[in-house]
Structures are given as structure tokens and as C-alpha cells.
């Protein structure tokens, strides 16, 4: 098969879709890599590497994505991308159409068969391919607030620690899946008091018995929320609804109870953000003040530490990739009932219920195309 990796192009993003060493091993089994040019030199990976892991360096990007069978990613595509997209190839990428009706729409209208990596699931239960962004987010969401509750950034200028004779900051984190324990242990390691938000008493058990007790537990109700409100100086938001818009949990009328100068951390805002004030931002103005309350909200948080999320990524997506170019996308989907999740998008059709019901569009199973 014929894979293509272009260079990222939305706003500060770093990252690339398939690291040398992932290069290698497609290479070793007959297929045939085309990478853009320089697409892996913001994650410290130059052109010469690809080309001696054995992939074709493409300057030609218009080539690139007229020949290729399978194209992968790390962001969704932009607009100029969607309008590359060919009937009979297959994109591979986070996509996060719930809460982006242009881009789905712009998917189905390219025929392209598209499957995002965070609908992916395993045996578990769990969102495999999702999971180490969502590390890297969720431990990125503390230092992101950390700096954001500085008096320059429009913070309170509290130090999360606190120092001898002041108290830490208090660290809210609602949501205890991956983003969230990431998160709340990286407050934790840094000195915050840190209190996680959930609805599952077995996740709060299983976090209550991992942290011995240091990081509060506390069942997730509208009184508890309210309190948060109240008392934090940092919330983050870590709420996911896998391949569904994020619930509003936090009102524009709350932020009247926080504290001057708290912080509001969107860690959900790829699914449309877990706060009625939320707004996507980049890397390059990542921070906003609604009613005196700091908003950071970029919508590609890991791609700031390219390197370390590009090297996670790739361990994480191969053996996903290598099924795609060794089977081709339908037998790779009906061998695995987990990576049948990710189709999103295919051929002019929405194939994932959360997208479909998110926008009034027509789903078809992906059972259905399967045996079609």
C-alpha cells in the first residue's frame, strides 16, 4: 500500500503522524511511505532520517495526497486538506467530528473512508489510541494553569505549591478517566490540594486506593460542582463522552462564585469544551478572560512537546496502521471488532451514531458497510 504523511498545518502544531522507526517497519513489509518535506522536523525528525528509514520525501504536497491509499495524521484536516481527500482513500487521524459539523460534512462530501483514532477501542473498555494524548493533556493541563495563574498571565499570582507558612493552590479536577488522573497527579506532585470530580464510585475507589488517600475523591453532584466553584483556584476540565459533544458543566453565570484571577483548564475542548465560556485557542494566544476568570482552551495541547507526543503516538497507532496497509481498511475492521469503532466517515456516509445524532445526519452501522 501507498501511505502518505503530510506536514501538519494547523496553528503550532508540531507534531507528525508516523516517526522514522514507524517508517521502517511499514517499509520492511513491502509498503510504500511518502512524507512531506519537513514534516517531522518540529518533533526533531529531518527529512535525511525518513529517507534512510526508506520513505520518499515528497516537497510536492498536491502529489502526495493524490497518490496515496492511506493517508495519516495526527490533527483533523483542515480545509484545504478535506479538499484533497479522494473517493477510495482512507484517512486515518483524530477527528472530533462531534463537535465540528463543517469538517464532518466536509468528510462525508469527499466519499474518503475516515476512521479517528480517539473512537478506537480495546478490551477494556478503554480508548487506546486516545490514551496517550490524554496523558500528555492531562499532565500538560497543570503546568498550562500553573502559568496561567501568574499576575502576568491575568492570574490570581498564586503559586501552586504555596511556600512554608502559605497554603498550596486547590486544584479541582472534574473527570477522573486519563486526562483526569494525569492530571490530578501531576498536581499532586507539584504540591496543589487536588480533588477529583467523578459519577463512578469504582473509579473512585480504584483512584481513592492508588493515591492512598492524598488526592480528595469526591462524587460528582451539582452541590459538589458548586462548591468547587467556590473554593478552587485551578479546575480542569477532563469530562469525555467518547466521539460525543462534552456536557456543559460549568455556566457562564458560575464564574460570578470563583475567585478572582482562578483558572479554567478545557482539556474537553476538541469535543466542544466542558464550559459554557469555552472557545478553541491555539499555542499562539492560548489564554482569554471572561468575568475575571483566566480560559485556557488550546485545542491541541500536546503538540507543544511534539517530540515526547509524536513517539507516544506512533507506539500507540502502528499496530493499527500496519493492519490498515497490510489488509486494506475493510478486512483490518472486520477482523477487529475494537478497530471497527474508529470508522467515522465513509463513502458520503456518517457511520458513527454520536456524529450522526450531534447533527441531525442519516448513520449507517459500520456492520452494514462491512457486509456490503
Known amino acids: 500500500m501507498h501511505i502518505g504523511v503530510p506536514k501538519e498545518i494547523k496553528n503550532h502544531e508540531y507534531r507528525v503522524a508516523l ?41 510536492d504536497v498536491d502529489a502526495l495526497w493524490a497518490t ?12 484545504e486538506e478535506v479538499a484533497r481527500l479522494r473517493p477510495q482513500q482512507t484517512l486515518f487521524t483524530y477527528l472530533h467530528l462531534a463537535a465540528e459539523e463543517r469538517l464532518t460534512r466536509g468528510l462525508v462530501d469527499s466519499g474518503a473512508t475516515c476512521i479517528a483514532y480517539e473512537t478506537i477501542t480495546d478490551a477494556q473498555g478503554g480508548l487506546p489510541l486516545l490514551a496517550p494524548m490524554s496523558r500528555v493533556a492531562g499532565r500538560m493541563a497543570v503546568q498550562a494553569g500553573a502559568h496561567s495563574l501568574e499576575k502576568a498571565q491575568g492570574g490570581a499570582g498564586i503559586l501552586l505549591p504555596g511556600v512554608p507558612g502559605v497554603a498550596p493552590a486547590k486544584v479541582t479536577v472534574i473527570g477522573g478517566g486519563v486526562v483526569g488522573e494525569n492530571a490530578a497527579r501531576m498536581a499532586l506532585g507539584l504540591g496543589a490540594e487536588v480533588t477529583i470530580l467523578d459519577k463512578s464510585l469504582q473509579r473512585l475507589e480504584v483512584l481513592d486506593h492508588r493515591y492512598q488517600g492524598q488526592i480528595r475523591t469526591v462524587y460528582s453532584t451539582t452541590e459538589m460542582l458548586e462548591t468547587a466553584v467556590r473554593e478552587s483556584d485551578m479546575i480542569i476540565g477532563a469530562i469525555l463522552v467518547p466521539g460525543a459533544a462534552a456536557p456543559k458543566l460549568i455556566s457562564r453565570a458560575m464564574l460570578a462564585e470563583m475567585k478572582p484571577g482562578s483558572v479554567l483548564v478545557d482539556v474537553a475542548i476538541d469535543q466542544g469544551g466542558c464550559f459554557e465560556t469555552s472557545k478553541p485557542t491555539t499555542h499562539a494566544e492560548p489564554s482569554y478572560i471572561v468575568d475575571g476568570i483566566v480560559h485556557y482552551c488550546v485545542a491541541n495541547m500536546p503538540g507543544a512537546v511534539a517530540r515526547t507526543s509524536t513517539q507516544a503516538l506512533t507506539n500507540a497507532t502502528l499496530p493499527f496502521v500496519i493492519a490498515l496497509a497490510d489488509k486494506g481498511w475493510k478486512q483490518a475492521l472486520a ?27 442519516e448513520v449507517v452501522s459500520t456492520e452494514q458497510i462491512l457486509k456490503g
Request: net charge negative; hydrophobic share 40%.
Open 335 to 361: 477482523d477487529d471488532v475494537h478497530f471497527r469503532g474508529g470508522l467515522n466517515v465513509h463513502a458520503g456516509q456518517v457511520t458513527y451514531a454520536a456524529v450522526g445524532e450531534a447533527f441531525g445526519m
Open 68 to 79: 496515496t491509499d492511506l493517508i495519516l495524521k495526527v490533527k483533523e484536516p483542515q480545509a
Open 19 to 59: 516517526t522514522p522507526g514507524g517508517v521502517r517497519e511499514l517499509v520492511g513489509r513491502g509498503h510504500r511511505v511518502s512524507i512531506q518535506a519537513e514534516a517531522g522536523v518540529g518533533c526533531g525528525y529531518p527529512d535525511e532520517a525518513y529517507r534512510e528509514a526508506g520513505a520518499e520525501v515528497l516537497s
